[in-house]
Protein backbone atom coordinates (compact mmCIF):
# COMPACT_ATOMS: atom_id res chain seq x y z
CA UNK A 1 0.00 0.00 0.00
CA UNK A 2 1.79 3.05 -0.96
CA UNK A 3 1.36 6.46 0.79
CA UNK A 4 -1.48 8.60 -0.97
CA UNK A 5 -0.94 12.00 -2.77
CA UNK A 6 -3.58 14.51 -1.51
CA UNK A 7 -4.63 17.10 -4.15
CA UNK A 8 -3.18 19.88 -2.85
CA UNK A 9 0.70 17.79 -2.82
CA UNK A 10 0.11 16.13 -6.21
CA UNK A 11 -0.49 19.95 -7.17
CA UNK A 12 2.83 21.34 -5.62
CA UNK A 13 5.02 18.22 -6.78
CA UNK A 14 3.45 18.90 -10.10
CA UNK A 15 4.13 22.31 -10.48
CA UNK A 16 7.71 22.11 -8.60
CA UNK A 17 8.72 19.88 -11.39
CA UNK A 18 7.48 22.45 -14.00
CA UNK A 19 9.44 25.09 -12.15
CA UNK A 20 12.24 22.89 -11.90
CA UNK A 21 12.08 22.22 -15.99
CA UNK A 22 11.50 26.16 -16.72
CA UNK A 23 14.55 26.92 -15.04
CA UNK A 24 16.78 24.11 -16.68
CA UNK A 25 15.48 24.86 -20.28
CA UNK A 26 14.81 28.87 -19.76
CA UNK A 27 12.91 29.66 -22.62
CA UNK A 28 11.13 26.40 -23.04
CA UNK A 29 7.44 26.67 -22.03
CA UNK A 30 6.35 24.12 -19.28
CA UNK A 31 2.75 23.58 -18.49
CA UNK A 32 1.09 24.09 -15.06
CA UNK A 33 -1.61 22.37 -13.55
CA UNK A 34 -4.07 25.42 -13.04
CA UNK A 35 -3.94 28.45 -15.07
CA UNK A 36 -4.01 32.39 -14.71
CA UNK A 37 -4.54 33.04 -10.82
CA UNK A 38 -4.79 29.81 -9.47
CA UNK A 39 -1.41 28.83 -11.23
CA UNK A 40 0.03 32.01 -9.21
CA UNK A 41 -1.33 30.42 -5.89
CA UNK A 42 -0.26 27.15 -7.31
CA UNK A 43 3.57 28.68 -7.13
CA UNK A 44 3.24 30.02 -4.06
CA UNK A 45 1.78 26.86 -2.29
CA UNK A 46 4.58 25.23 -3.63
CA UNK A 47 7.08 27.69 -1.78
CA UNK A 48 5.98 29.84 0.59
CA UNK A 49 5.59 28.38 4.01
CA UNK A 50 6.58 29.69 7.82
CA UNK A 51 10.28 29.29 6.45
CA UNK A 52 10.27 32.06 3.85
CA UNK A 53 9.04 34.98 2.73
CA UNK A 54 7.14 37.36 0.37
CA UNK A 55 5.45 39.97 -1.25
CA UNK A 56 2.78 40.91 -3.83
CA UNK A 57 1.13 43.53 -5.43
CA UNK A 58 -1.79 41.28 -5.79
CA UNK A 59 -4.50 42.05 -2.72
CA UNK A 60 -6.21 38.80 -4.03
CA UNK A 61 -3.38 36.64 -4.11
CA UNK A 62 -2.10 38.65 -0.65
CA UNK A 63 -5.32 37.09 1.05
CA UNK A 64 -4.68 33.56 -0.43
CA UNK A 65 -0.78 33.61 0.42
CA UNK A 66 -1.18 35.15 3.69
CA UNK A 67 -2.10 32.02 5.61
CA UNK A 68 0.20 30.19 3.81
CA UNK A 69 2.30 30.96 6.91
CA UNK A 70 5.05 32.84 5.15
CA UNK A 71 6.23 36.18 6.60
CA UNK A 72 5.24 39.58 4.66
CA UNK A 73 8.20 41.48 3.69
CA UNK A 74 8.75 44.65 1.91
CA UNK A 75 10.39 44.36 -1.80
CA UNK A 76 13.71 45.02 -0.67
CA UNK A 77 13.63 41.84 1.62
CA UNK A 78 10.95 39.44 0.21
CA UNK A 79 12.25 36.71 -1.37
CA UNK A 80 9.43 35.35 -3.16
CA UNK A 81 8.00 38.39 -4.78
CA UNK A 82 4.59 37.89 -6.66
CA UNK A 83 2.91 40.16 -9.67
CA UNK A 84 -0.02 38.98 -11.31
CA UNK A 85 0.38 41.97 -13.43
CA UNK A 86 4.00 44.26 -13.26
CA UNK A 87 2.76 48.08 -14.30
CA UNK A 88 5.95 50.83 -14.80
CA UNK A 89 4.92 52.29 -11.81
CA UNK A 90 5.70 49.05 -9.66
CA UNK A 91 9.65 49.46 -11.35
CA UNK A 92 10.60 51.82 -9.12
CA UNK A 93 10.32 49.86 -5.91
CA UNK A 94 11.58 46.42 -8.19
CA UNK A 95 14.60 47.84 -8.21
CA UNK A 96 15.25 47.49 -4.41
CA UNK A 97 14.37 43.74 -4.50
CA UNK A 98 17.57 41.72 -3.33
CA UNK A 99 19.94 39.84 -5.48
CA UNK A 100 21.51 38.09 -3.06
CA UNK A 101 25.76 38.30 -1.40
CA UNK A 102 28.82 37.18 -2.97
CA UNK A 103 28.77 34.91 0.32
CA UNK A 104 25.11 33.62 -0.63
CA UNK A 105 24.05 34.55 -3.92
CA UNK A 106 21.00 32.20 -3.08
CA UNK A 107 19.76 34.71 -0.46
CA UNK A 108 17.72 36.58 -3.36
CA UNK A 109 14.67 37.06 -4.80
CA UNK A 110 12.57 35.01 -7.21
CA UNK A 111 10.03 37.05 -9.09
CA UNK A 112 6.95 35.28 -10.71
CA UNK A 113 5.72 37.52 -13.20
CA UNK A 114 2.46 37.72 -15.01
CA UNK A 115 2.20 38.07 -18.45
CA UNK A 116 1.57 37.08 -22.48
CA UNK A 117 3.56 34.70 -24.54
CA UNK A 118 2.43 36.21 -27.63
CA UNK A 119 3.76 38.90 -30.05
CA UNK A 120 5.19 41.91 -27.87
CA UNK A 121 8.85 42.59 -27.48
CA UNK A 122 10.84 39.85 -28.94
CA UNK A 123 13.48 38.00 -26.23
CA UNK A 124 16.78 36.30 -27.53
CA UNK A 125 17.89 34.63 -24.82
CA UNK A 126 21.22 32.58 -24.28
CA UNK A 127 23.36 30.73 -21.72
CA UNK A 128 22.93 27.61 -19.57
CA UNK A 129 19.74 25.32 -20.28
CA UNK A 130 20.35 27.04 -23.97
CA UNK A 131 21.75 25.42 -26.74
CA UNK A 132 23.32 28.24 -28.35
CA UNK A 133 20.33 31.29 -28.49
CA UNK A 134 16.76 30.70 -28.69
CA UNK A 135 13.93 33.13 -28.67
CA UNK A 136 10.38 34.29 -26.87
CA UNK A 137 7.66 36.65 -27.63
CA UNK A 138 6.49 38.39 -24.65
CA UNK A 139 3.45 41.16 -23.64
CA UNK A 140 2.41 42.62 -21.01
CA UNK A 141 5.18 43.54 -19.62
CA UNK A 142 6.78 46.92 -18.97
CA UNK A 143 10.00 47.65 -21.09
CA UNK A 144 12.42 48.85 -18.71
CA UNK A 145 12.15 45.39 -16.40
CA UNK A 146 14.78 43.75 -19.12
CA UNK A 147 17.29 46.88 -18.66
CA UNK A 148 15.95 46.75 -14.64
CA UNK A 149 16.87 42.54 -14.61
CA UNK A 150 19.94 43.11 -16.38
CA UNK A 151 21.29 45.65 -14.11
CA UNK A 152 20.59 43.68 -10.64
CA UNK A 153 21.47 40.38 -12.60
CA UNK A 154 25.11 40.26 -12.11
CA UNK A 155 26.36 36.75 -11.95
CA UNK A 156 26.25 35.45 -9.68
CA UNK A 157 23.92 38.15 -8.16
CA UNK A 158 20.94 38.31 -9.78
CA UNK A 159 16.90 37.84 -9.88
CA UNK A 160 15.18 34.75 -10.76
CA UNK A 161 11.95 34.86 -13.03
CA UNK A 162 9.32 33.30 -13.75
CA UNK A 163 7.45 34.51 -16.17
CA UNK A 164 3.57 32.95 -16.60
CA UNK A 165 1.05 33.38 -18.74
CA UNK A 166 -2.61 31.41 -18.52
CA UNK A 167 -0.73 28.15 -17.74
CA UNK A 168 2.34 28.32 -19.43
CA UNK A 169 5.38 28.93 -17.58
CA UNK A 170 8.72 30.40 -18.90
CA UNK A 171 12.22 30.14 -16.41
CA UNK A 172 14.66 32.87 -16.82
CA UNK A 173 17.45 32.36 -13.91
CA UNK A 174 20.27 34.85 -13.58
CA UNK A 175 22.50 33.00 -15.68
CA UNK A 176 20.22 33.76 -18.41
CA UNK A 177 21.22 36.71 -20.74
CA UNK A 178 18.61 38.53 -22.52
CA UNK A 179 18.64 40.76 -25.41
CA UNK A 180 16.03 42.59 -26.44
CA UNK A 181 15.69 41.98 -29.94
CA UNK B 1 -19.14 21.34 6.74
CA UNK B 2 -17.70 18.62 9.21
CA UNK B 3 -14.38 17.58 10.39
CA UNK B 4 -14.08 15.02 7.63
CA UNK B 5 -14.50 17.90 5.08
CA UNK B 6 -11.48 19.44 6.98
CA UNK B 7 -9.16 16.37 7.82
CA UNK B 8 -7.34 13.80 5.00
CA UNK B 9 -7.66 9.95 5.66
CA UNK B 10 -5.10 9.04 8.44
CA UNK B 11 -1.85 8.26 6.88
CA UNK B 12 1.21 6.34 8.55
CA UNK B 13 3.56 8.55 6.20
CA UNK B 14 3.57 11.49 4.24
CA UNK B 15 3.85 10.73 0.16
CA UNK B 16 7.81 10.28 -0.66
CA UNK B 17 7.85 10.04 3.62
CA UNK B 18 9.46 13.65 3.95
CA UNK B 19 6.58 15.93 5.44
CA UNK B 20 5.56 18.63 3.06
CA UNK B 21 7.82 21.19 4.77
CA UNK B 22 10.89 19.07 4.30
CA UNK B 23 9.45 19.04 0.72
CA UNK B 24 9.14 22.41 0.29
CA UNK B 25 12.65 24.06 1.78
CA UNK B 26 14.52 21.11 -0.45
CA UNK B 27 12.62 22.42 -3.58
CA UNK B 28 12.72 25.91 -2.60
CA UNK B 29 16.67 25.16 -2.39
CA UNK B 30 16.97 22.58 -5.54
CA UNK B 31 16.12 26.07 -7.61
CA UNK B 32 18.32 28.06 -6.15
CA UNK B 33 20.82 25.74 -7.17
CA UNK B 34 20.27 25.54 -10.62
CA UNK B 35 19.92 29.26 -11.10
CA UNK B 36 23.38 29.41 -9.37
CA UNK B 37 25.26 26.30 -11.44
CA UNK B 38 28.08 25.16 -8.95
CA UNK B 39 27.22 27.09 -6.12
CA UNK B 40 26.65 25.20 -3.04
CA UNK B 41 23.17 25.94 -1.21
CA UNK B 42 22.73 25.05 2.44
CA UNK B 43 19.47 23.46 3.85
CA UNK B 44 18.34 21.42 6.41
CA UNK B 45 18.57 18.02 5.74
CA UNK B 46 16.02 15.86 7.83
CA UNK B 47 16.30 12.66 9.61
CA UNK B 48 15.94 9.90 7.38
CA UNK B 49 15.42 6.00 8.17
CA UNK B 50 18.75 5.66 7.23
CA UNK B 51 22.14 6.87 8.79
CA UNK B 52 23.87 10.30 7.20
CA UNK B 53 26.67 8.98 5.33
CA UNK B 54 24.76 6.13 3.28
CA UNK B 55 23.18 8.92 0.46
CA UNK B 56 20.57 10.72 2.56
CA UNK B 57 21.54 13.53 0.38
CA UNK B 58 20.64 12.34 -2.75
CA UNK B 59 17.77 10.27 -1.59
CA UNK B 60 16.27 13.49 -0.15
CA UNK B 61 16.34 15.44 -3.07
CA UNK B 62 14.74 12.24 -5.28
CA UNK B 63 12.16 12.42 -2.57
CA UNK B 64 11.48 15.59 -2.93
CA UNK B 65 11.45 15.25 -6.83
CA UNK B 66 9.16 11.86 -7.49
CA UNK B 67 5.57 12.01 -8.15
CA UNK B 68 3.16 9.07 -9.21
CA UNK B 69 4.57 9.49 -12.84
CA UNK B 70 8.37 8.84 -12.48
CA UNK B 71 10.47 5.88 -13.08
CA UNK B 72 13.55 5.44 -10.85
CA UNK B 73 16.65 4.11 -11.48
CA UNK B 74 19.46 3.63 -8.54
CA UNK B 75 22.77 2.75 -8.76
CA UNK B 76 25.61 2.22 -6.93
CA UNK B 77 29.59 2.44 -8.23
CA UNK B 78 27.39 1.74 -11.33
CA UNK B 79 25.45 -1.26 -9.81
CA UNK B 80 22.13 -1.52 -9.91
CA UNK B 81 22.10 -4.34 -7.31
CA UNK B 82 24.01 -3.61 -4.66
CA UNK B 83 22.57 -3.64 -1.35
CA UNK B 84 23.09 0.25 -0.63
CA UNK B 85 21.52 1.22 -4.37
CA UNK B 86 18.88 -1.91 -3.66
CA UNK B 87 17.39 -0.59 -0.20
CA UNK B 88 17.14 2.73 -1.47
CA UNK B 89 15.12 1.88 -4.61
CA UNK B 90 13.13 -0.20 -2.35
CA UNK B 91 12.61 2.79 0.20
CA UNK B 92 11.57 5.33 -2.40
CA UNK B 93 9.25 2.83 -4.62
CA UNK B 94 7.34 1.95 -1.28
CA UNK B 95 6.68 5.58 -0.03
CA UNK B 96 5.91 6.64 -3.33
CA UNK B 97 4.92 3.52 -5.54
CA UNK B 98 7.15 4.77 -8.66
CA UNK B 99 8.13 2.44 -10.89
CA UNK B 100 11.42 1.20 -10.83
CA UNK B 101 13.93 0.21 -13.74
CA UNK B 102 17.61 -0.81 -14.43
CA UNK B 103 16.97 0.73 -17.98
CA UNK B 104 19.29 4.48 -18.05
CA UNK B 105 16.86 5.21 -21.11
CA UNK B 106 13.67 4.51 -18.88
CA UNK B 107 14.33 6.05 -15.87
CA UNK B 108 13.39 9.89 -15.55
CA UNK B 109 14.69 9.97 -12.20
CA UNK B 110 18.41 8.43 -11.55
CA UNK B 111 20.24 8.68 -8.18
CA UNK B 112 23.82 7.16 -8.15
CA UNK B 113 26.16 6.65 -6.18
CA UNK B 114 29.73 7.63 -8.00
CA UNK B 115 29.18 6.99 -11.28
CA UNK B 116 26.85 8.26 -14.31
CA UNK B 117 25.79 5.84 -16.29
CA UNK B 118 27.55 4.98 -20.00
CA UNK B 119 24.21 5.58 -22.07
CA UNK B 120 23.83 9.16 -22.99
CA UNK B 121 21.24 10.94 -21.10
CA UNK B 122 18.34 12.75 -22.87
CA UNK B 123 16.84 15.92 -22.58
CA UNK B 124 13.93 15.55 -19.20
CA UNK B 125 15.81 13.05 -17.32
CA UNK B 126 17.64 14.36 -14.13
CA UNK B 127 20.57 12.72 -12.64
CA UNK B 128 20.81 12.37 -8.66
CA UNK B 129 24.55 12.03 -7.54
CA UNK B 130 24.96 11.48 -3.43
CA UNK B 131 27.73 13.76 -2.67
CA UNK B 132 30.30 12.80 0.99
CA UNK B 133 32.03 16.24 0.44
CA UNK B 134 30.78 18.92 -1.37
CA UNK B 135 33.64 21.01 -0.62
CA UNK B 136 36.39 21.33 -3.05
CA UNK B 137 38.02 23.57 -1.00
CA UNK B 138 38.33 21.71 1.41
CA UNK B 139 41.66 20.16 1.16
CA UNK B 140 43.10 23.68 1.47
CA UNK B 141 40.88 25.24 3.98
CA UNK B 142 39.29 23.24 6.82
CA UNK B 143 37.16 25.72 7.59
CA UNK B 144 33.76 26.36 5.88
CA UNK B 145 33.74 29.97 6.90
CA UNK B 146 37.04 30.53 4.78
CA UNK B 147 36.07 28.21 1.97
CA UNK B 148 33.02 29.95 1.34
CA UNK B 149 34.78 33.22 1.10
CA UNK B 150 36.80 31.86 -1.41
CA UNK B 151 34.04 30.97 -3.19
CA UNK B 152 32.44 34.06 -3.02
CA UNK B 153 35.26 36.07 -4.35
CA UNK B 154 36.38 33.32 -7.17
CA UNK B 155 39.65 32.95 -5.02
CA UNK B 156 40.58 29.19 -6.53
CA UNK B 157 44.78 29.95 -6.52
CA UNK B 158 44.91 27.17 -3.81
CA UNK B 159 43.43 24.77 -6.32
CA UNK B 160 45.73 25.64 -9.32
CA UNK B 161 48.86 25.93 -6.51
CA UNK B 162 47.52 21.81 -5.57
CA UNK B 163 47.65 20.92 -8.97
CA UNK B 164 50.60 22.40 -9.59
CA UNK B 165 52.31 20.66 -6.87
CA UNK B 166 51.05 17.43 -7.95
CA UNK B 167 52.96 17.92 -11.52
CA UNK B 168 55.96 18.98 -9.80
CA UNK B 169 55.76 15.77 -7.39
CA UNK B 170 54.60 13.25 -9.52
CA UNK B 171 54.92 14.94 -13.25
CA UNK B 172 50.75 14.06 -13.95
CA UNK B 173 47.38 14.59 -11.94
CA UNK B 174 47.36 12.55 -8.97
CA UNK B 175 43.86 13.33 -8.05
CA UNK B 176 41.38 10.23 -8.85
CA UNK B 177 37.50 10.66 -7.98
CA UNK B 178 35.71 13.79 -7.11
CA UNK B 179 38.12 16.15 -9.51
CA UNK B 180 37.60 19.81 -9.87
CA UNK B 181 35.95 21.12 -12.18
CA UNK B 182 34.83 24.77 -12.91
CA UNK B 183 30.98 25.20 -13.61
CA UNK B 184 29.72 27.73 -15.96
CA UNK B 185 33.09 30.06 -15.42
CA UNK B 186 32.70 30.88 -12.37
CA UNK B 187 32.36 28.53 -9.14
CA UNK B 188 34.78 25.46 -8.93
CA UNK B 189 32.51 22.36 -7.51
CA UNK B 190 33.62 18.58 -6.63
CA UNK B 191 31.61 16.27 -9.07
CA UNK B 192 30.87 13.92 -6.01
CA UNK B 193 33.64 11.44 -6.27
CA UNK B 194 32.68 10.00 -9.80
CA UNK B 195 35.69 8.75 -11.69
CA UNK B 196 37.79 11.12 -14.08
CA UNK B 197 36.04 9.26 -16.66
CA UNK B 198 32.87 10.47 -16.02
CA UNK B 199 33.74 14.64 -15.33
CA UNK B 200 33.49 15.17 -19.28
CA UNK B 201 29.91 13.78 -18.98
CA UNK B 202 28.83 16.85 -16.91
CA UNK B 203 30.18 19.50 -19.62
CA UNK B 204 26.86 20.22 -21.94
CA UNK B 205 24.97 17.23 -20.95
CA UNK B 206 21.27 17.32 -21.86
CA UNK B 207 20.37 16.52 -18.62
CA UNK B 208 19.34 17.91 -15.13
CA UNK B 209 22.18 16.75 -12.57
CA UNK B 210 21.62 17.88 -9.13
CA UNK B 211 24.17 16.71 -6.58
CA UNK B 212 23.32 16.87 -2.56
CA UNK B 213 25.25 16.06 0.99
CA UNK B 214 22.89 14.66 3.41
CA UNK B 215 25.54 15.29 5.97
CA UNK B 216 27.40 18.04 4.89
CA UNK B 217 23.76 19.76 4.36
CA UNK B 218 24.93 21.19 1.03
CA UNK B 219 23.09 20.54 -2.42
CA UNK B 220 24.16 21.88 -5.90
CA UNK B 221 23.53 21.59 -9.33
CA UNK B 222 24.72 21.70 -13.23
CA UNK B 223 21.98 22.69 -15.17
CA UNK B 224 21.80 21.31 -18.90
CA UNK B 225 23.68 22.56 -21.66
CA UNK B 226 25.97 24.04 -18.96
CA UNK B 227 29.68 24.22 -19.10
CA UNK B 228 31.85 22.02 -16.49
CA UNK B 229 35.56 21.99 -17.11
CA UNK B 230 38.09 20.34 -15.18
CA UNK B 231 40.71 22.35 -13.54
CA UNK B 232 44.16 21.68 -16.25
CA UNK B 233 46.40 23.94 -17.63
CA UNK B 234 46.97 25.78 -20.97
CA UNK B 235 50.06 22.83 -21.73
CA UNK B 236 49.18 19.89 -19.02
CA UNK B 237 45.45 18.37 -19.29
CA UNK B 238 43.26 16.82 -17.54
CA UNK B 239 43.02 12.96 -18.43
CA UNK B 240 40.53 10.36 -18.13
CA UNK B 241 41.56 6.80 -16.74
CA UNK B 242 42.90 4.90 -19.51
CA UNK B 243 40.56 1.67 -20.47
CA UNK B 244 43.17 0.62 -22.77
CA UNK B 245 43.04 -2.80 -23.33
CA UNK B 246 40.23 -3.96 -20.43
CA UNK B 247 37.59 -6.13 -22.17
CA UNK B 248 35.06 -6.66 -20.49
CA UNK B 249 34.48 -10.34 -19.81
CA UNK B 250 30.90 -11.09 -19.97
CA UNK B 251 30.24 -9.04 -23.43
CA UNK B 252 33.75 -8.33 -25.20
CA UNK B 253 33.02 -4.59 -24.20
CA UNK B 254 35.84 -1.83 -24.41
CA UNK B 255 36.55 1.58 -23.80
CA UNK B 256 33.77 2.10 -21.00
CA UNK B 257 34.56 2.15 -17.03
CA UNK B 258 35.83 -1.28 -15.51
CA UNK B 259 36.01 -2.93 -12.38
CA UNK B 260 38.83 -4.85 -12.35
CA UNK B 261 38.48 -8.35 -10.71
CA UNK B 262 41.14 -9.74 -8.69
CA UNK B 263 41.99 -13.65 -9.13
CA UNK B 264 44.13 -16.04 -6.57
CA UNK B 265 46.92 -15.93 -8.75
CA UNK B 266 47.48 -12.67 -9.38
CA UNK B 267 46.20 -11.95 -12.89
CA UNK B 268 42.81 -9.65 -13.49
CA UNK B 269 39.48 -9.67 -15.45
CA UNK B 270 37.31 -6.85 -15.67
CA UNK B 271 34.09 -5.98 -15.54
CA UNK B 272 31.91 -3.36 -16.87
CA UNK B 273 30.85 -0.89 -13.72
CA UNK B 274 27.59 0.06 -15.60
CA UNK B 275 25.75 -3.37 -14.86
CA UNK B 276 22.56 -1.56 -16.46
CA UNK B 277 24.35 -1.30 -19.70
CA UNK B 278 26.18 -4.90 -19.30
CA UNK B 279 22.84 -6.55 -18.83
CA UNK B 280 21.45 -5.40 -21.95
CA UNK B 281 24.45 -6.08 -24.14
CA UNK B 282 24.02 -9.85 -22.90
CA UNK B 283 21.00 -9.53 -23.55
CA UNK B 284 21.29 -8.02 -27.18
CA UNK B 285 24.09 -10.94 -27.53
CA UNK B 286 21.79 -13.67 -26.83
CA UNK B 287 19.38 -12.24 -29.28
CA UNK B 288 16.71 -10.74 -27.38
CA UNK B 289 15.20 -7.27 -28.76
CA UNK B 290 16.47 -4.59 -26.63
CA UNK B 291 17.39 -0.66 -27.32
CA UNK B 292 20.91 -0.30 -26.18
CA UNK B 293 21.57 3.99 -26.19
CA UNK B 294 24.30 5.81 -27.38
CA UNK B 295 27.26 6.24 -25.49
CA UNK B 296 29.43 8.94 -24.24
CA UNK B 297 32.54 7.23 -25.31
CA UNK B 298 32.61 5.18 -28.04
CA UNK B 299 33.63 1.49 -29.21
CA UNK B 300 36.98 3.76 -29.82
CA UNK B 301 37.25 5.80 -26.81
CA UNK B 302 36.03 8.72 -28.41
CA UNK B 303 34.28 11.04 -26.65
CA UNK B 304 31.07 12.08 -27.77
CA UNK B 305 31.44 15.84 -27.82
CA UNK B 306 34.61 15.71 -30.47
CA UNK B 307 37.62 17.81 -28.71
CA UNK B 308 36.25 18.42 -25.31
CA UNK B 309 39.24 16.13 -23.86
CA UNK B 310 42.66 17.29 -25.06
CA UNK B 311 45.46 14.98 -25.59
Known amino acids: MFPTMPAREARAQVTFRAMAAALSYPGRRQTLPVTGFEAFLAIAESLVDLESSYTTNSRDLDAQVGPLGGRRLAIAEAHYQFYPTLAAHDLIELREAPVGTYLYPDHSATLIIGCRFELGLLLRLSGPGIQGATEIDVAGLPEDFWMLRASACAYPLGWDVFLVSGNALIGLPRTTRVEVA | ?311
Open chain 2, 1 to 311: MNLSDLSTPTRDYSYAFLDAFAKRELRRRILKAIAIPGYQVPYASRELPIARGWGTGGLQVSLSLVGPQDTIKVIDQGDDQSVNAANLRRFIARMSGVATTFDTLAATVIQSRHRVPEEILSEGQILVLQVPDPEPLRRATPSMTIAREMHADADYAVMWLNLYEQIVRYGEFTGGASYPVLVHSRYVMSPSPIPRWDNPKLHQAAHLTLLSAGREKRLYAVPPYTDVRPLEFEDVFFKVESQYGRRDRMTGATHKFMDEIAHADGSSTFSLSDTGYQDKLVKRQSGEAVTVGATYYDDHGEFYHAGFLKS
